[in-house]
Structure formats: structure tokens, C-alpha cells
């Protein structure tokens, strides 16, 4: 059984993770990029580079080897980068609901342009904040009960800007290792099920595997996702 490493998507830290990790089979790293939990920073000073510098270093204390790295959601820009920087010590990548553009640009660049033109005229915030709990429960609330969607508020974080501004550089997704899976979340409300598909068609030849579940698939479907990753793991 390959261990898996857990790295959290876009206004979250490892323990969003939580609720899932008991289901999983074997070792098991969730890991906090820098700004947040075990690795504080200022936020705007994290880049996706110090990202994925920041999970390989996790990985190597650890002493992990031949893992599963499991991303989700924004984690899908820096998980290039950690692959390549990893190497042949990756043997299977998984993407759950992932923002992936295309090489050279940017998680802001595939918002709809009428969006980014209403984010560009009203400004970023003086400092990064935590997401309100009225828009969280649009975006990532559609499939929590009040229980689990109280239990998310708690575990939301402010996110740093450059990891959604940063162009990504796909050149470690260029050949056909390592293999690559696709969670594709049905019930998604902030990337939809068609938008991924078309992320998923920028990490190469890639199998989908559909959950029936929104955005926060961990928090809503924690043993359905679970049994995704113990399969995966144990063929890896």
C-alpha cells in the first residue's frame, strides 16, 4: 500500500482532510503549504515554487517514498510542480476536483472574464481573509448538512493570492508518468463538472472517475473518496 499525501486546495490547511483520513488504509501525510497551520508565512509571499518546495520538505521529514500525492482544488496548480520536483518518487497522481490551466496561465486566467473584470475593479483586500460563511455555503455548502457545513466554516483559512495569480508550468505532466486520476465531483458547484473535464484534459492522459458529491467531497463523501484513494494505493 503506497502512502498517500494529502495536499488541501484554496482557503483551506490540512485538517480539512480530516474527516476522510481515518478511512484511508495506510500511512497517511496531510500536509499544510506555507501561510497556514504548521507552516506559518505572510501570505503574499507565498509562490506556488514555495509551495511545492514546502510538500517535497514535508514528504522528506516524513521519510515517505513511492507515494500517492492527492490534490485538490487550487492544490492542482502547485501538484506540477511538486511532481517534478519529486520525480519517480511520485507513482500516482490524483486530481479531486482540481483547477489545472493550461501551461502558462493562471487559476485567476479561467475565471469568466466578466468576473475578473468586476475582481480587477473592485481590488484585492488590504490583507487576505477568510472566505464569508454566505458565499462558502453557494460555493462549498451545496451537499453539507448544517453539521458539516459548521464543521468546514472552522476549518477555512485566508488564501495566498500569488497561488491564484501565478501562471502554472505543466512540463512535468509532459510524458506519461507518473499515471494520473481525475475525482470529477458532480454536484460541483464552483468547478463545474464539464470545466473539469477540460482541466483534466491539461494533465495528459488522465482516467475520470465520477463522485457523486460537490466541492468539499472530504467533508461530504469522506469514505466514498477514501475507498477512490485505498484502490488507488493499493495498485500504485
Same mark, same amino acid.
Given at each position: 500500500? *503506497? +502512502? ?12 480539512? @482532510? ?6 484511508l488504509?495506510?500511512t497517511? /501525510? *496531510?500536509?499544510?503549504? #506555507?501561510?497556514r497551520?504548521?507552516? #506559518?508565512?505572510? %501570505? ?5 515554487? =514555495?509551495?511545492?518546495a514546502?510538500v517535497?520538505?514535508?514528504?522528506d ?7 500517492? /500525492?492527492?490534490?485538490?482544488?487550487l ?7 511538486v511532481?517534478?520536483?519529486l520525480?519517480? =518518487?511520485? =507513482?500516482?497522481? $490524483?486530481?479531486?476536483?482540481?483547477? $489545472? #490551466?493550461?501551461?502558462g ?7 469568466d472574464?466578466?468576473? &475578473?473584470? &468586476?475582481? =480587477? ?20 455548502g451545496n451537499? %453539507?448538512?448544517?453539521e458539516?457545513?459548521? @464543521?468546514c ?7 495566498? +493570492? ?5 501562471p502554472?508550468?505543466l512540463? *512535468? ?10 475525482v470529477?465531483?458532480? &454536484?460541483?458547484?464552483?468547478?463545474? #463538472?464539464?470545466? &473539469? /473535464?477540460?482541466f483534466?484534459?491539461n494533465?495528459?492522459?488522465c482516467? $475520470? ?6 466541492h ?6 469522506p469514505?466514498e473518496? *477514501?475507498?477512490? /484513494?485505498n484502490?488507488i494505493?493499493?495498485?500504485?
Open positions: 500500500m *503506497a +502512502p498517500v499525501v494529502l495536499v488541501h486546495g484554496g482557503g483551506f490547511a490540512a485538517d480539512c @482532510w480530516d474527516l476522510m483520513i481515518d478511512h488504509d495506510g497517511v /501525510l *496531510a500536509v499544510d503549504l #506555507p501561510g497551520g504548521a507552516h #506559518p508565512a505572510p %501570505l503574499e509571499s507565498v509562490t506556488i515554487e =514555495r509551495a511545492a514546502s517535497v520538505a514535508d514528504v521529514a516524513a521519510g515517505l517514498d513511492g507515494i500517492v /500525492l492527492v490534490g485538490h482544488s492544490a492542482g496548480c502547485s501538484m506540477p510542480a511532481i517534478g520536483l520525480g519517480e =518518487r511520485v =507513482r500516482h497522481a $490524483v486530481f479531486v476536483a482540481c483547477t $489545472v #490551466p493550461p501551461h496561465e493562471s487559476s485567476f486566467d479561467t475565471l472574464p466578466a468576473f &475578473q473584470a &468586476q475582481v =480587477r475593479a473592485a481590488g484585492l483586500p488590504a490583507r487576505p481573509e477568510v472566505l464569508s460563511p454566505a458565499i462558502a455555503k453557494v460555493i462549498f451537499d %453539507l448538512d448544517d458539516q457545513f459548521a @464543521w466554516c472552522t476549518r477555512m483559512v485566508p488564501e495566498a +493570492p500569488r497561488l491564484v495569480e501565478e502554472v508550468d512540463s *512535468a505532466l509532459a510524458g506519461p508518468d507518473p499515471p494520473r486520476t481525475w470529477r465531483t458532480l &454536484q460541483d458547484a464552483i468547478i463545474d #463538472p464539464e470545466k &473539469q /473535464l477540460r483534466a484534459s494533465v495528459g492522459s482516467r $475520470v472517475l465520477d463522485l457523486d458529491a460537490a468539499m467531497c472530504m467533508i461530504s463523501k469514505m473518496l *477514501a475507498m477512490i /484513494l484502490g494505493a493499493a495498485s500504485a
